[in-house]
Every structure is written in C-alpha cells, then in structure tokens.
C-alpha cells in the first residue's frame, strides 16, 4: 500500500490540535472527496511547516503534490462595446420616426432593440432608411 504523505500530515496535525478547525474540516474533505485543490493544499503546507512537527521529507513530497496540480486563472472579464458604429446612422432616424409617429410597431421594436444594445442587421438597418424615406420625406 502507497504511502498516504497529505494524510499523515494531516493526522498528525489533527492530533496535535483537534479543536483546529481548518485542519479537521480539511481532514474531513480529504477522507470524503479523497482529495484537497491546490490552494487547500498550500494552506495545509503552511500550517504544517509552522507547526514543526512535520519532518522536511514530508514537507517536501507535499511540496512536490503542490507543483504538480494545476494552476487555475480566472480569465479577464470581457466588457461589451456599448453602441455599434452602424446603428449610430439609424439611431437618429429612429428617433425622428418615433416623434411623428410615436406608436409605429416596427420603429418601436428597433428601438427596443437599439435600448438593450442588440446590434441591428443591415436588413434592419435599411427598413429604418425605408420607413424614414416613405413617412418622413
């Protein structure tokens, strides 16, 4: 049977202080789920490294279990362009069509979307140029 090294430590650091609360729920964890993530198991390092009682050939293979796993990045959190370059031309078209004729359905659904910062097609962009063309002029 392989020797069990984060279980030793964590043994001998739940018997030393059995009222310590990280090491007893990170104990638990580990018996349950069968393993720690990599910050669990530098906590672990730096509590076994302050206690003393662990030899340096067992912090060392911890050390090793360390590197070995992981490294997990949070990617960057991608902010949306607020407006499109192309319904900046149909914005103001909209709005001229929605003055004179505040309760067409089309021009209220393509501001609806223009508000919520959907992207209008250039078939949509059109109609707005078609609607402005035949109600306006």
């Not at 049977?1 to 580990?30: C, G, R, W």
């Not at 206690?51 to 959190?77: H, M, N, V, W, Y």
């Not at 505040?102 to 059109?126: C, R, W, Y």
């Amino acid at each position: 049977m392989p020797l069990d090294i984060v279980l030793q430590i964590l043994e001998t650091l739940k018997a030393d202080k059995p009222d310590h609360v990280f090491i007893v729920s990170l104990h638990q964890q580990y018996c349950n789920l069968g393993g720690l993530s990599k910050k669990q198991l530098e906590g672990l390092h730096a509590k076994a490294k302050q206690s003393g009682l662990i030899a340096d050939t067992q912090l060392a293979t911890l050390e090793a279990i360390i590197k070995k796993k992981p490294t997990r990045f949070r990617s960057e959190k991608i902010e949306k362009a607020p407006s499109f370059e192309k319904d900046a031309e149909a914005k103001p078209l909209l709005l001229e069509l929605l003055e004179k004729y505040p309760q067409h359905k089309m021009a209220l659904f393509l501001q609806n979307k223009v508000n919520s910062n959907q992207p209008l097609t250039d078939t949509e962009i059109g109609e707005v140029k078609r609607l402005h063309k035949l109600l306006i002029k």
